[in-house]
DNA sequence: GTTGAAAAAACAGAGGA
DNA sequence: TCCTCTGTTTTTTCAAC
């Protein structure tokens, strides 16, 4: 992991679908070195997946909330949120709580039957997504491009 | 928005970088028709993004926390989160608090730095995510292939 | 929506600095 | 580790159906 590596990364993370050809001339490598490097950081595991983002509204997803849980039983738990298409995100936390989740459902009244749903795991508070500011801010900011500059 | 649509994103959602041949094969489509749809979908902005997954790990981020704000000065705070590179989401939400944001940080030295940061915005509570059951799960599930079959 | 053909581009591999 | 060169595969675009 060098910055030539870092830059790759900084290209792809907006971008996944960027022939190698123009990821080397972004990044000033030719395109079999570009592949290479590419390759070894998908087998290291640094790359985990080429992911399309689509948006949720207009797939009929309106309504977005955090729910933080407390449970006695976390094995039935995690099996239900698993199991459960709305529970889109599911994180162990510190705190008064055992879990935040995040769920997301085609309407509020969906979020509410799915509320239904969990009474029997434990207690917990819907917090309901009123609007977005950001949902994703890359990883790997701006530049640390000095490796460009070099030619 | 078909079942055809729904299942070229069905593919597409995990792996950004299927060609629009394999694509087809996937679909039954033949790939101009394929090309034509996903181009459709892009414009509509029903595809928002084809992005890298990047390991935090992997780049020296072990610490990812929520944090739980309330804030009097809702301008001044978001202009913070926006250029805090540590935010990576930030909700306006219901209840108690103002904001729920998503921080990622090389480690819980820094996430404690980070709040220092914030004190001048108003209160919060951090949650520390101690591990992630899944930190996505797939917006189109399983199928809902009848198309599929019928040929 | 399909097939098919031609032009352009991307990719994978070998050999060498 | 990187480069250039080359052959092969894929994409793309365009026709006609």
């Given at each position: 992991?060098?910055?030539v590596?870092?830059?790759i ?9 960027l ?22 950081m ?19 997803k ?56 969990c ?24 530049h ?8």
């Amino acid at each position: 992991m060098d910055n030539v590596d870092r830059n790759i990364l900084y290209h792809l993370q907006h971008n996944a679908r960027l022939s190698r050809t123009e990821l080397g001339k972004l990044v000033n490598l030719s395109q079999p070195a570009v592949t290479e490097r590419v390759h070894r950081m998908e087998e290291q595991g640094v790359i985990k997946e080429y992911r399309t983002i689509i948006s949720p509204e207009k797939i009929g997803k309106h309504a977005a909330a955090f729910m933080l849980f407390h449970t006695k039983n976390c094995l039935a738990f995690l099996d239900f949120c698993r199991s459960s298409p709305e529970v889109a995100e599911c994180y162990r936390i510190s705190g008064d709580h055992n879990y935040l989740l995040k769920v997301i459902a085609d309407s509020t009244q969906d979020l509410e039957e799915f509320g239904n749903l969990c009474d029997s795991y434990g207690n917990y508070t819907i917090l309901i997504v009123m609007s977005s500011a950001f949902d994703h801010k890359d990883l790997i900011p701006d530049h640390e491009e000095e490796n460009l500059l070099s030619e």
